[in-house]
């Protein structure tokens, strides 16, 4: 019913910068919350910035200062834009989005990668 698609994953060099787009279709209208989650290898997949169904952005400490969580609306369009890039952030980053759909679901994007690397 929520269909994800992100982009924008790349190569950059410590200190460099990416923005990452995430692109919803579907049942837009039954979205409540929106956030960027990644999973580093050999580790879980973590949080790292949303916006919440109470209405608030959240951000995992690691990354405060350093990416802002937006949205255009009109395009049902989700960004993460991430400056200040360290090694520690390269891994897959996924885009995943909550919904109304016969009780409270989520849907995933397919994931993108995002190598910090000099």
């Known amino acids: 019913q929520v269909q994800l698609v992100e982009s924008g994953g790349d190569l950059v060099q410590p200190g460099g910068s990416l923005r990452l787009s995430c692109a919803a279709s579907?049942?837009?209208?039954?979205?409540?919350?929106m956030g960027w989650y990644r999973q580093g290898p050999g580790k879980q997949r973590e949080l790292v910035a949303a916006f919440t169904r109470y209405g608030n952005t959240n951000y995992a400490d690691s990354v405060k200062g350093r990416f802002t969580i937006s949205r255009d609306n009109a395009k049902s369009t989700v960004y993460l834009q991430m400056n200040s890039l360290k090694p520690e952030d390269t891994a897959v980053y996924y885009c995943s989005a909550e919904f109304i759909a016969d009780g409270e679901r989520r849907s995933w994007g397919q994931g993108t990668q995002v190598t910090v690397s000099s």
């Open positions: 579907g049942s837009i209208g039954t979205i409540y919350a």
